[in-house]
């Protein structure tokens, strides 16, 4: 269970970073609105954005 969400949005980055192998502690998730981003300890950045239609994760290339 995934406590401690502000938003829809928020929940589902999680359990997709969870669901993706992102283990917390190693990485650091920044959420606005329907979009995220995940760092890694070396400053490496992974841009997400929520579609609120299709209910699912996409990774911005």
Same mark, same amino acid.
């Given at each position: 269970? =995934? /406590?401690? $969400? *502000?938003? =829809?949005?928020?929940?589902?980055? *999680? *359990?997709?970073?969870? +669901? &993706?192998?992102? %283990? &917390?502690?190693?990485?650091?998730?920044?959420? &606005?609105?329907? /979009? !995220?981003v =995940? *760092? +890694? /300890? !070396?400053?490496?950045? #992974? &841009? #997400?954005?929520? +579609?609120? %239609?299709? /209910? $699912?994760?996409? %990774?911005?290339?």
């Open positions: 269970m =995934i /406590k401690g $969400c *502000r938003s =829809i949005a928020e929940y589902v980055f *999680r *359990r997709w970073m969870s +669901d &993706n192998g992102f %283990v &917390n502690g190693y990485f650091t998730l920044e959420v &606005n609105g329907n /979009k !995220a =995940i *760092r +890694d /300890k !070396a400053g490496e950045t #992974l &841009n #997400l954005t929520y +579609d609120g %239609v299709e /209910k $699912c994760v996409q %990774v911005e290339v």
